[in-house]
Every structure is written in C-alpha cells, then in structure tokens.
C-alpha cells in the first residue's frame, strides 16, 4: 500500500456546458498534478463539485483519472452519497480502478444521531474489505462528527484516516491526541489551506486542500520547511496564500476556488448562475493581481 500521508490536492472538475465535465480538460489537469511535487490528488471532491455531477460522470471521472495517474501518485477516491449502494459502488469502482482509499462523509440531508455515525463508518469498512476508508468531518454540509464518537471510530479496522474540514483547530488538535494515543498509525488530514501549518503543529500528518491542487509547489514547501524545523520559512509560505483564500471565500463555495484555478490558466467553465457576476468579475481581477504578487 502507498503511503497515504502527506500533501493531496484536491481538484475542481472543468466543466463544458452546465455540469458537465470538460474531460479534456480533466485529463490535463490530472497529467500536470501527476508530474507535480503533490504527493497525491483527489478528484470528485467538494472542491470539485461531486454532488452536482451525475453517478455516471463521477464513475468516468475516476477511470480517466486512474488512467492517466497511471501510478504515479496516491489517487484518492469520493464515496459520498445518500445512498449506502451508491456509496459502495463508488468503493467498488475505486477498487476496480486501484485507487489506494476511499474517503467518505456521513451521508448527508437526512441528519444522524452520533450512533447511527459510528455505525455507518463500521458498515463502510467492513464493505470495502481491503481498501481503506479515511473519514470525513465537514459539518457545513452533513452530520459533524463529534470528539467522542471520533475516539469510538479510531478502534474500526480499515479506517486509517479523517479529513477534518471543519477549521476548528481546538477540536482539530484533540483529534490528534487521541489518534496518537489510541492508534498511533491513524492519519489526521486538516481540509483547509487556512490553517495548514497549525495543523501540522498539532499532529496532522496530511492534508487535502483545493490549493495542494492548485499551488501544489507552495503546498509542498509549507511542509518540507515544517519538516527541516525552518518554521519563519513554512510560516511565510503560509501567510502567501491566505489573501488568495480570502478572495477564494468571496464567492459561493465551490465556485470561489473554481475562479482561482481559471486564473491560474485552468478551463473551468462557466461559474455557477447563482453567482454575482458582477462581483465574480471584481473576484477574478483581484486574484490575477495576488498571482502577481505570489510569484
């Protein structure tokens, strides 16, 4: 198995007309992060706009992602959904296509008791049998999963990780401590480039961030200077991209960061109508100025 620690990208889906994928575009995206620094990237995120995008879409996504990795990176796969099947189809297809794990959230818009969170993460990881499972907290958009029911989900073999999206680095670094002490080989990922370093501090040993996709070389130098104890260097690299970010959160999420990556030269599409136009124009100037100022 890879080691799936470390720096993932996690990437926006180009799109043509409406929600639907540009996969030239995605098969360009996928060959320049495979020759990047990143350790690894994850396709069919939040960041990419997954529950828009149709079962059939996300499933072609991933085999033309998987063939053009080709093995040269950690390719993590979305398991999110509703439905358990069409969750476990995302696993079976991942399995197929050898992705190296599976992350998957609580299954949203029906809200979950703590137990029935604990319970589902139990029922995915004995389903996926030898793919691992990396959990998900992102309480903006589904059920949070709270620090005890965390401490519970650290004894569940086959679930080797969590993303915590949530920005909350108290909860963050009491994450942390428990996996360190109940189980050691557990993987603490932070979800926002906000508070990358910080979380490093606290013990996460991965992310998975939509700039680790987009600014993979800055990603990559925030921890090679953390790593060599060098912290004013990792903490510059860190104060760089945070006016991008606040640019970034300007705009409905996903679309703020969609912008981002067309600055950055990414065919993206259209934004979504919803949108302020006006003000996704003023976004769009401002990022291409901050680019200026970053490189």
């Given at each position: 198995m890879k080691k799936l620690s470390g720096a993932i990208g996690v990437t926006v889906t180009p799109l043509l007309e409406g929600d639907r994928p540009n996969y030239d575009e995605i098969i360009k995206q996928a060959d320049e992060l495979a020759n990047s620094p990143i350790d690894g990237f994850f396709p069919c995120s939040s960041t990419g706009g997954y529950a828009r995008l149709t079962v059939e879409d996300k499933l072609k996504i991933?085999?033309?992602?998987?063939?053009?990795n080709n093995g040269r990176k950690v390719l993590i796969a979305g398991a999110c959904a509703v439905s358990l099947d069409e969750i476990k189809l995302y696993i079976d297809k991942a399995k197929e296509l050898g992705y190296d794990a599976c992350l998957s959230c609580p299954p949203y818009y029906y809200p979950l008791s703590q137990g029935e969170v604990l319970n589902y993460y139990k029922e995915i990881c004995e389903y996926a049998g030898d793919m691992p499972i990396i959990a998900y907290n992102v309480p903006f958009f589904t059920t949070a999963?709270?620090?005890?029911?965390?401490k519970e989900m650290l004894k569940i073999k086959n679930l080797v990780g969590?993303?915590?999206?949530?920005?909350n680095m108290k909860k963050i670094s009491h994450e942390c401590d428990l996996a360190r002490e109940i189980n050691p080989d557990f993987i603490m990922y932070t979800g926002t480039d906000d508070c990358l370093?910080?979380?490093l501090v606290a013990g996460c040993k991965g992310s998975m961030t939509a700039f680790g996709a987009i600014f993979p070389e800055i990603i990559k130098n925030i921890y090679g200077y953390y790593e060599n104890g060098d912290m004013a260097k990792a903490q510059s690299e860190q104060y760089k991209i945070l006016p991008m970010l606040r640019l970034a959160d300007g705009l409905m999420f996903p679309e703020g960061y969609k912008l981002v990556a067309k600055a950055c030269g990414l065919k993206t599409g259209d934004l979504s109508p919803m949108c302020d136009a006006e003000k996704a124009a003023a976004l769009y100037e401002a990022m291409t100025k901050e680019l200026e100022r970053i490189f």
């Open positions: 991933m085999e033309v992602v998987a063939k053009t999963i709270e620090l005890d029911t965390f969590m993303k915590d999206s949530s920005g370093l910080p979380a």
